[in-house]
């Protein structure tokens, strides 16, 4: 009942218009793991515990230093000296007490040489400023488990994201521009009973200019089709002409004048869309193609049971199409007329749905799984969703560090551009390694710049060499990341605390696209890229 | 990212030794006290200004909402009820040693130039356009010209941000030499409304219903007497919610819900807490650009959206020739002498670029001052009424009479030139 609203539904009132109930609800049952509590990790962190993930767990082996206080907005000068994963967990747990905050004060390192299982139980894991080694080390633990990892860092002014998941599925994409499904080239046999009922030439003036855009382009469809052998209009002047074709039929006042119908505006406008031939995305074709999809199996997840239940549709009740979505969009219509075509669309969306779920039944029996195991409520979703279903894979941190698996054609062509965001990553690797080989950081005191940038040089020359990449990185560039001197201003690192922490939601929530599977930021010149490696 | 608006103040020199510690600007001084191969061609790298912002005055007219919790990060449940800008001064002058934020619960438009004129750069996370045009108006009169020429240190540069759902924008406008708010104004698509007669007679939407609730029902039965709707009441909006399941059941429509019904009174944009950090946080590396001069600011529109992925886009969004804001040309209104007043007031209010409120026109005639029309005083409002009737000719302007309007989309008056077209 609406007025005993709950407080949690009052406070998170403005993100559950993003991600429903449903969406909060597989948040609220999350447990994310960060590791390392510099200014970019409280700041992910923070953008969690505010929309209310049910626990985090801060891993962190490092003593709070002056210095990170001076850029942690979790931290304070009385934190100096303690733990810092204990130091940041009793700040960020402020933010909101319906979180479980936990921390553990040790290092990812002795983790993974003690007990690497203790990682199994999160959600997902966010590992932030991670040294080369530990970082695949973790990586390859994850990747065992299958437990997301999500991997960041500022560097300068510098932001750097990476996904690693093996297989993740989103029915509920919420495209921002979705084409309506609307049928008009392959008009449905309810769809066309029903605009048996209008007669568009014998109707009086007020039905006639009440009448949805939708029957009005299907009504004139059919008469152009016995018209013109069956083809309906493909090019620019065809199409024109079928705009024509509307426009005659506005009713003309006693003078011959054109009345102002705006429902036959509509239809006129909308022409060019409706006749977009209905036909399955390309997506959702290559889901059909995949292995997960024709070899089921009782570990097949529901995800792609119902997509083979919908390939079993589309082969079958949807003669080539996927189950109607049954939405239509606003137009201006009477109320009945509009509802009662909104209902021809919903009806047979309910209709293909049902089928749908037989072979849902079908295919659960068929590995011996009862027919309950997916709700109908669960199928209903991902009909609606058919058009939108999207399967995000990133390679393994192995593969992409591989020097047989390297990406080299990503990071050539990009590279192509000197200025490219690539050399950003390339410089992070060149640093990593710089690392590995002095214990620190190039450019962290004044006096050792100059020579550091030699050394970093020599790091950024083995790099290219070892993985065999013919590509020139300016000096600018060698110079610049010396320059930083591993710093994290807090600026950077917030921007990554909020990119990081909404891919984390569309992870945990499996709503929205994640992006995949390098994300580089740059704040000199506030650009970005999405990088494939 | 709170909606409140920050104007800020860097003070130099003058460091506060004692609230420092060890190794505090470790992660700042870098980019300081070093050249470097980006960095801006007029930058002089020093240890001097390594004080951090040490004083910061918010404006905020809001008090804090429990629906602000899910993402304003500096309030909490205790906060309820106090003004935004008090809390948010509280929280980080505690939290920043050696910080002065100076809270003020007013609106922008409480304070004049001579407040504005102190700062050195102002950033804003309003949350309406007209907010935004006010407040780049107000600096754009604080800019001086000597023999048409823009004097430097006249402009306050102005950051703004603007986040809805997972998309934002900010951007960096240097008043009298880049793009202002005004010359972008049709980047900000007008805000559409359901036409009246799909409301009282033709609803198709759950929306329609709650807004024929809304706009029809509740003048007309006065629920809790003669008060306005207030949409932070939810007894307002259970009543409405009510009242719109009822036509729609009407009318066989489905899908009117309490969430929707307080989604379409309040006119409420989702948000949520990590947008919103991005966009503050580009907003504040923009801040720290300029205040240091250590690299080139965003030229000058950034845009983000995190939908599918991650996108941005960075472009220079251009200065419009004839801005009604920023460029000093005087509009031109052309209009035949036969037209009547009511057609220039349509166009002032219509037209994308200019897209005025409730502007209240008035002239010289014979050396005194003319009211030709003003709605937001009601006697003024039903004496000058008639005039909108009456032809530019009848009210005795001539070819290229100049027009002053005011509007709530800015702090000056935006002067006008009557074109007769006939």
């Not at chain 1, 889901?287 to 529901?302: D, G, P, R, Y």
């Not at chain 1, 509009?338 to 089928?355: C, E, I, P, S």
């Not at chain 2, 909108?388 to 030139?417: I, N, R, Y």
Request: aromatic share 10%; with cysteine; charged share 25%.
């Amino acid at each position: 009942m609406a007025a005993t609203r709950t407080s949690k539904e009052q406070k998170y009132d403005r993100q559950l218009r993003l991600w429903g109930d449903h969406g909060q609800e597989t948040l609220e049952n999350a447990h994310v793991c960060l590791i390392n509590a510099t200014a970019t990790g409280t700041e992910i962190l923070k953008n969690l515990v505010l929309p209310g993930i049910g626990a985090f767990t801060v891993v962190d082996g490092h003593t709070v230093t002056g210095e990170d206080v001076g850029n942690n907005f979790f931290l304070c000068n009385n934190s100096i000296g303690k733990n810092r994963a204990q130091a940041a967990t009793e700040l960020l747990q402020e933010l909101n007490s319906d979180v479980s905050g936990n921390f553990v004060e040790e290092s990812p390192d002795k983790l993974l040489d003690n007990d690497p299982e203790f990682f199994h139980r999160f959600s997902i894991v966010i590992g932030v400023h991670l040294p080369e080694s530990t970082c695949l080390r973790l990586g390859s633990v994850l990747w065992s488990a299958s437990v997301p990892f999500l991997v960041c860092k500022t560097y300068g002014l510098i932001g750097y994201m990476r996904l690693v998941v093996r297989e993740h599925t989103v029915i509920e994409s919420h495209p921002d521009n979705a084409l309506e499904d609307l049928r008009l080239d392959k008009p449905f046999g309810e769809f066309k009973n029903h605009i048996q009922s209008y007669d568009l030439d014998n109707m009086d003036k007020k039905d006639h200019s009440h009448t949805p855009w939708i029957i009005i382009v299907a009504k004139y469809l059919e008469k152009w089709l016995s018209e013109h052998n069956g083809q309906a209009p493909k090019n620019y002047k065809e199409k024109e002409a079928f705009r024509q074709f509307i426009r005659e039929g506005i009713l003309k006042n006693e003078n011959g004048v054109p009345e102002d119908e705006e429902n036959f505006e509509e239809a006129i406008k909308n022409v060019n869309t409706a006749l977009n031939p209905t036909k399955i995305p390309s997506t959702v074709e290559d889901l059909f193609n995949s292995e997960q999809c024709n070899n089921i199996t009782s570990q097949s997840t529901a995800f792609w049971v119902m997509l083979r239940a919908i390939k079993e549709f589309v082969h079958n009740e949807g003669n080539g199409s996927l189950p109607l979505r049954g939405t239509i969009p606003d137009m201006i219509a009477d109320s009945q007329k509009f509802v009662n075509l909104q209902n021809v669309y919903r009806t047979k969306a309910m209709q293909d749905a049902k089928a749908v779920l037989k072979h849902v039944e079908c295919l659960l029996k068929s590995v011996g799984k009862p027919p309950e195991s997916i709700s109908e409520n669960d199928i209903k979703l991902f009909c609606k969703n058919a058009s939108f279903l999207r399967v995000v894979r990133c390679r393994s941190l192995a593969e992409e560090y591989s020097v047989d698996s390297v990406n080299k054609d990503e990071i050539t062509s990009c590279m192509d551009s000197p200025d490219s965001e690539m050399v950003f990553y390339l410089m992070l690797r060149a640093v990593d390694r710089f690392f590995q080989q002095h214990s620190r950081y190039p450019g962290i005191y004044n006096y050792q710049v100059e020579e550091d940038i030699s050394k970093l040089k020599l790091c950024v020359n083995s790099l290219l060499q070892e993985y065999s990449l013919n590509i020139n990185i300016k000096d600018d560039y060698i110079h610049e990341f010396c320059r930083y001197g591993a710093a994290e201003p807090h600026t950077v690192a917030a921007f990554l605390g909020g990119s990081a922490a909404q891919e984390a939601i569309k992870i945990i929530s499996h709503q929205f696209v994640p992006f995949s599977n390098t994300f580089i930021y740059n704040a000199m010149s506030q650009t970005s890229a999405t990088l494939n490696l | 990212m709170a909606d409140a608006e920050e104007p800020m103040a860097v003070d130099g020199g003058h460091r506060n030794s004692g609230c420092d510690w060890d190794g505090r600007w470790n992660h700042v001084r870098k980019f300081l006290e070093r050249p470097g191969p980006f960095t801006h061609p007029d930058f002089e790298p020093s240890t001097e200004a390594l004080s951090g912002f040490r004083l910061i005055h918010v404006v905020d007219m809001d008090t804090i909402d429990v629906s602000n919790l899910n993402r304003q990060f500096l309030f909490r449940p205790k906060d309820v009820g106090r003004p935004k800008a008090e809390v948010a001064a509280d929280f980080v002058n505690s939290r920043i040693p050696g910080c002065k934020v100076v809270p003020h619960f007013k609106k922008i438009q409480d304070f004049d130039e001579s407040f504005y004129r102190q700062f050195h750069i102002i950033v804003c996370g309003l949350d309406s356009i007209i907010a935004r045009r006010w407040m780049n108006g107000m600096l754009i009169s604080l800019l001086s010209y000597e023999d048409g020429i823009l004097d430097p240190s006249s402009i306050i540069p102005l950051i703004d941000g603007g986040t809805e759902g997972f998309k934002g924008n900010a951007r960096v406008i240097l008043p009298g030499m880049t793009a202002c708010i005004d010359c972008t104004l049709e980047l900000y698509p007008p805000q559409i409304n359901f036409p009246m007669c799909t409301i009282a007679s033709m609803p198709r939407l759950p929306e329609h219903c709650i807004e024929y609730a809304r706009i029809l029902q509740w003048p007309k039965e006065k629920p809790f007497g003669d008060t306005s709707v207030d949409g932070d009441n939810p007894e307002h909006i259970q009543w409405m919610f009510e009242r719109a399941q009822e036509r729609a059941s009407e009318f066989n429509i489905t899908g009117v819900t309490y969430r929707l019904t307080q989604g379409v009174v309040k006119r409420i944009i989702p948000a949520v807490a990590s947008t919103n950090a991005v966009i503050a946080a580009a907003c504040a590396t923009e801040v720290f650009k300029i205040a240091t001069s250590a690299y080139i600011p965003l030229n000058n529109y950034l845009v983000f959206n995190d939908v599918d992925g991650l996108y941005t886009y960075t472009f220079e969004a251009e200065r419009k020739e004839n801005c009604s804001a920023c460029s000093l040309v005087p509009q031109d209104l052309q209009f035949p002498s036969s037209a009547k007043l009511q057609e220039v007031l349509e166009y002032l209010t219509e037209n994308a670029a200019l897209q005025m409120k409730s502007p209240a026109i008035t002239t010289t005639l014979e050396g005194k001052n003319k009211t030709l029309y003003l709605q937001s005083v009601k006697s003024i409002e039903e004496r000058t009424r008639p005039n909108l009737c009456k032809t530019l000719k009848e009210l005795g302007l001539s070819d290229g009479q100049e027009l002053a309007v005011a509007d709530v989309t800015t702090p000056q008056t935006v002067l006008f030139k009557l074109n007769f077209t006939a």
